[in-house]
C-alpha cells in the first residue's frame, strides 16, 4: 500500500498562480522527496528535505514538513505552463522509499 | 555524464509469456531501484539491489525477480505474464541508500501484456 497521499489528486490553475500540493505518511521517515513527472514517463527529483527540517527553498517551489502530523506541503509559486505534470511525495524510510499518489497539476496559459 | 538508461522502450508480450527488463544505473551508483507505475496510478516499489544482491522487495509474486550485475546494471524479469502487469516500469539509482538521497529515475520501459 501506499505511504504518501497527495492532496488534492488534481489541481488546475492559471499561469502566474501559486500552486500548494499537500502530502501526507503513515511511518516514520528519515526525508521526504518531491519528484514530477511528464507524461509518464521518468521522474525527475525536485527537492529532499530531512526529518530533522521544517523549511525548504529551491528557486520557486518551497517545501514544508511537519513530523508531528506526518505531512508535508509543496507550494510551486508564479506557475508557469511547463509546471503541468505530476508531483509525487516520497518518505525515505527503512530500506526504501514509499511513493503517494500523486497530484496532477495542469497549469493552464 | 549519462544517466539512467533502461531498454526496451515498449515491450509487447502475450499472456503467459515472460519479460526481461533492464537498467543501467548512472555511473557510481551501485544501487538500483525497480518500481512498477500502472496507468493513472502512483509507484509501487517492487525491488531493490544494492552490491549485487537484492536487499528488499515490495509486495509482489515471486514470478517478479530480477538481479544485478558486477558492473552493477539490473535485470527485471517476469514470468507468467498477466493482463495487470501492463504498466510502465521505472528503474531508479541513487549515491548511497536512496532513502537518505535522491533517486535518479531512467525513462521507463512501457510493457503491453495481450
Known amino acids: 500500500s501506499q505511504q504518501g497521499e497527495e492532496d488534492p489528486q488534481a489541481l488546475s490553475i492559471q499561469e502566474g498562480e501559486n500552486a500548494t500540493m499537500n502530502c501526507s505518511y503513515k511511518?516514520?521517515?528519515?526525508?521526504l522527496q518531491w519528484y514530477r513527472q511528464n507524461s509518464g514517463r521518468g521522474l525527475v527529483h525536485l527537492i529532499l528535505?530531512?526529518?530533522?527540517?521544517r523549511e525548504k527553498h529551491s528557486g520557486r517551489l518551497r517545501v514544508t514538513l511537519d513530523t508531528s502530523k506526518k505531512s508535508s506541503s509543496l507550494l510551486i509559486t508564479a506557475s508557469r505552463a511547463a509546471d503541468t505534470a505530476s508531483y509525487f511525495c516520497a518518505g525515505g524510510g527503512y530500506q526504501k522509499v514509499t511513493f503517494g499518489t500523486g497530484t496532477k497539476l495542469q497549469v493552464i496559459p | 555524464e549519462a544517466g539512467v538508461t533502461q531498454s526496451p522502450t515498449h515491450l509487447i508480450k502475450t499472456r503467459g509469456q515472460q519479460a526481461t527488463l533492464r537498467c543501467s544505473p548512472i555511473s557510481g551508483h551501485t544501487s538500483v531501484y525497480w518500481y512498477q507505475q500502472a496507468l493513472g496510478l502512483g509507484l509501487q516499489f517492487l525491488l531493490w539491489y544494492d552490491e549485487g544482491e537484492e536487499r528488499n522487495r515490495g509486495n509482489f509474486p515471486p514470478r517478479f525477480s530480477g538481479r544485478q550485475f558486477p558492473n552493477y546494471s539490473s535485470e527485471l524479469n517476469v514470468n507468467a505474464l498477466e493482463l495487470e502487469d501492463s504498466a510502465l516500469y521505472l528503474c531508479?539509482?541513487?549515491?548511497?541508500?536512496?532513502?537518505?538521497?535522491?533517486?535518479?529515475f531512467g525513462p521507463g520501459t512501457r510493457l503491453t501484456v495481450l
Open positions: 531508479a539509482s541513487s549515491l548511497g541508500l536512496a532513502s537518505y538521497n535522491e533517486q535518479f
Open positions: 511511518t516514520s521517515i528519515n526525508n
Open positions: 528535505i530531512r526529518s530533522n527540517e
